[in-house]
């Protein structure tokens, strides 16, 4: 089989690729060892993320640092077994949070975040996928007044953005959110951020794009990443449908495309924040509107098709441990304070593994020294808000057009030449 492109991996950021690179008269082969979405995009919180104009930094506060090191937060856990191989990332993602660093890195990723929108509209209507999507923004909501205060204050800075925000106290989140609880011990103010679309099932999403991609004439493979080859001019890939040849290869394999790029001697320090999440059935009578983000606590309850889905922050740990219940343990009883959940719809816990790079921004361009080979990873926290507009400006790089947002600080070689 012979195709213009290869693309390698079907979560969110290869399937748009796909969609953007069809659109500029590539024939693309779509490869994945399993079906489109099921990944990381299979399980996220489903929030396209318009407000996030500011990264994921790395705390720099020494009271936050001393209360992750402690390991009993909820937002944020580590195996002690693995910190020091993290180490090294660890202190990269330090070092790029300095106030400096994190202007640069919050100035990268503008232009997708502010694309992010518009780009999945486009998609969503094409796609005929508007009943998975919602334009009612999501609620950060806090339990402390003074937390609070202080981040309506550091929302004002935000301003120059433009976003949409409404300002809740309590009575007014409790007339938004009845079913969860306000007052003492309870949520004592919230900003609701009103650009956002939220995803009710990102998984079904990227099935979605992907069947779109296949109307369209996209041919869709099962096959292991890990056989490209070179061949002739291009590249090669087996798949179940035979082996399949194209001058160009996209590396997409969210947190697994280590799997190409280290076999091929690129050093990129490629690092991987796990994740959790669970659905629950609420009892009769209560009921969640809005994707909450319990600030203090750092997990987010999004209403999806499945359930209420409870996600956690981050957990440092090797991406192939097995999955550690004591993160998503400990959200769900924080999340029990705030809200009855009733049962939990699975047996066990959803693991998932956000793909991150030190410096927060993804990879999104040629390897520097295979011709015709092309990455794109990297996405981290915001994958599934910024997958369209990534994947049109990898397809814009990809046929010489005029990418629309300075691809420079998505270079490969940033970490160095190799
Ligand atoms: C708990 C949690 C909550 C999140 N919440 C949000 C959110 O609200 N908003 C947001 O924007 N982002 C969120 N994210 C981040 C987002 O989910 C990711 O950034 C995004 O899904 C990454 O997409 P991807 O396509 O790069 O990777 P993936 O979705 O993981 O896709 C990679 C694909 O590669 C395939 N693959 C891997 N190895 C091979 C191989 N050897 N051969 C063939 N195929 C292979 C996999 O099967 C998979 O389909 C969250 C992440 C987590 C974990």
Redo the contacts with the bound molecule.
């Keep these: 089989m012979k195709a213009d492109v290869v693309v390698?991996?079907?979560?969110?950021?290869?399937v748009c690729a796909a969609l953007h690179l069809q659109t500029r008269g590539r024939s693309v082969a779509l490869?994945?060892?399993?079906g489109p979405g099921?990944?990381?995009?299979y399980?996220?919180?489903?929030?396209i993320?318009r407000s996030s104009v500011v990264p994921y930094a790395f705390p720099r506060s020494v009271p936050t640092i001393l209360r992750y090191a402690l390991n009993r937060s909820s937002d944020v856990r580590y195996d002690p077994r693995d910190i020091l191989r993290a180490v090294p990332f660890l202190f990269r993602y330090w070092r790029h949070s300095s106030p400096g660093n994190l202007a640069v890195a919050a100035r990268a990723m503008l232009p997708l975040i502010e694309a992010s929108v518009d780009e999945h509209d486009a998609l969503i209507e094409a796609a005929e996928a508007g009943d998975l999507v919602r334009a009612e923004g999501w609620i950060a909501a806090y339990r402390d007044p003074r937390r609070f205060e202080q981040e309506v204050a550091d929302a004002a800075a935000l301003a120059p953005h433009g976003l949409r925000l409404s300002v809740l106290d309590s009575p007014a989140f409790a007339a938004l959110e009845p079913s969860v609880r306000t007052g003492d011990g309870g949520i004592s103010g919230a900003l609701h951020w009103l650009d956002p679309k939220t995803v009710r099932d990102p998984g079904e999403l990227t099935r979605r794009y992907a069947r779109l991609f296949e109307r369209r004439g996209g041919r869709i493979l099962v096959?292991?990443?890990?056989s490209l080859h070179a061949s002739g001019q291009g590249w090669a890939v087996r798949t179940g449908g035979g082996e399949v040849a194209a001058p160009d290869a996209v590396v997409?394999?969210?947190?697994?495309s280590d799997?190409i790029f280290r076999t091929l001697g690129y050093a990129i320090p490629l690092g991987i924040k796990r994740?959790?999440?669970r659905h629950f059935t609420l009892p009769e009578g209560v009921a969640l509107r809005h994707a909450v983000v319990d600030e203090e606590a750092g997990y987010v309850l999004a209403p999806m098709r499945q359930g209420v889905r409870l996600?956690?922050g981050v957990e440092f740990a090797r991406s192939d441990r097995p999955a550690d219940g004591r993160q998503i343990a400990l959200a769900e009883r924080k999340a029990r304070e705030i809200l009855d959940l009733g049962t939990p719809v699975e047996a066990h816990p959803w693991l998932?593994?956000?793909?991150c790079l030190p410096d927060m921004r993804p990879v999104i361009g040629p390897a520097p020294r295979h011709p015709g080979l092309w990455f794109s990873?990297g996405?981290?926290?915001?994958?599934?808000?910024v997958g369209p507009a990534s994947g049109r400006l990898l397809a814009e790089l990809m046929t010489g057009a005029e990418p629309f947002a300075d691809p420079a600080p998505y270079r490969a070689d940033r970490f160095g030449p190799r």
Excluded: C, K, M, W
């Excluded at 390698?8 to 290869?14: E, H, P, Q, R, S």
């Excluded at 399980?43 to 929030?47: E, H, I």
């Excluded at 996405?379 to 808000?385: D, I, P, R, S």
């Design positions: 390698l991996g079907a979560g969110i950021v290869g490869v994945d060892r399993a099921e990944g990381t995009s399980g996220n919180a489903g929030l993320e096959g292991d990443a890990g997409a394999l969210g947190p697994q799997t994740g959790y999440h996600t956690t998932g593994r956000r793909p990873f996405h981290a926290h915001h994958g599934l808000t």
